[in-house]
């Protein structure tokens, strides 16, 4: 039979691993677990926490030192246990401890374990929550990706608007990256807004983009006063090229581009050779000064002699040249 003392003088040794094999000479191996559970808790209460862990341990209960550790609000230990004895769980424990914590209040310790987690759009997501943009951009910018940052910059000067978004991004040194970025997401107003207040220098730019936006969606008319105030006269008639809307590209390369006259010229003389309308075509290109063009098409399409009365009358020195 166990004598009583012979537990508690091997409880008391200080050689654990020892008095251990020898007490599982005397009990079972659930009868010293209990033993040692019991001894752990006392040690506990006492507040000998690293020897309450240690028999914890020995006996293969990590989870009550876990338990211990975490009442205790000491989540050092907490995670090094949990790394050891549960490293699948680690990530999962980060994010409970974070979500307690922000539900506590305590944002700075919150963001620690959301991080430790590798969860940075949580951290960020509870600053913004919040209301506190200043650390929600600071987490963004430390740890999510540079698009990451400069969106929650937009959107917290966006949410202000005026001189207040102005001097945010100044500060932040992002006034010009946050005008493309406006720009880039078709928010062309907030764009608009915070050049004409603090860099009118990217007015030209801005317009571009507005116009190439509003030419994709099919507002040619609109898109060509954009195009004008970016100083891009040209783009206007090859839009209205494009879609042969030859009246209006005549008329915006006379006001506003010459040279680009003949571009609309030559663009309808094509037009018309596709479409067989051989001396309205030449006419085209007559008018815009291009004789060798017309004269090239004619040859192009077999038209031998109307090619050659074109060189004859008005390229008279290439004449032998393109008999050969």
């Keep these: 039979m166990v004598k009583m003392s012979q537990i508690f003088s091997l409880l008391l040794c200080t050689q654990r691993p020892t008095c251990m094999k020898l007490l599982t000479r005397l009990m079972t191996q659930e009868e010293v677990a209990v033993i040692y559970i019991s001894q752990a808790q006392e040690l506990e209460a006492q507040g000998q926490y690293k020897e309450a862990e240690r028999l914890y341990i020995t006996v293969e209960e990590p989870d009550l030192a876990i338990n211990m550790y975490k009442k205790l609000r000491q989540y050092e230990n907490m995670i090094r246990l949990v790394a050891i004895h549960h490293e699948d769980l680690l990530a999962d424990t980060h994010l409970h401890l974070a979500k307690e914590l922000e539900g506590e209040g305590q944002l700075r310790q919150a963001e620690h374990h959301f991080l430790e987690a590798r969860d940075w759009k949580a951290a960020f997501n509870m600053y913004r929550n919040q209301g506190l943009r200043e650390e929600a951009y600071r987490v963004a910018k430390q740890h999510g990706s540079q698009n990451a940052s400069k969106q929650v910059a937009y959107l917290w000067a966006k949410s202000l608007g005026g001189d207040s978004a102005v001097k945010l991004l100044q500060k932040f040194g992002l006034l010009e990256s946050t005008i493309d970025y406006a720009a880039e997401n078709c ?47 040209k783009e206007v008639v090859l839009m209205y090229v494009h879609n042969q809307d030859w009246d209006s590209a005549q008329r915006v390369a006379e006001e506003n581009d010459p040279d680009s006259v003949t571009d609309v010229l030559v663009g309808q003389a094509r037009v018309a050779f596709d479409k067989k309308e051989f001396q309205r075509a030449e006419t085209f290109l007559l008018r815009a000064q291009r004789p060798e063009l017309a004269a090239r098409y004619y040859k192009e399409a077999a038209m031998w002699t109307d090619a050659l009365r074109v060189v004859k009358e008005y390229l008279p020195h290439r004449v032998r040249i393109f008999s050969i």
């Design 187 to 233: 928010a062309f107003e907030f764009a608009f807004d915070l050049s004409r207040t603090a860099m009118k220098s990217k007015l030209p730019d801005i317009h571009l983009k507005y116009a190439m936006f509003l030419e994709d969606e099919g507002k040619f008319s609109e898109a060509e006063k954009e195009f004008i105030k970016a100083g891009k006269s």
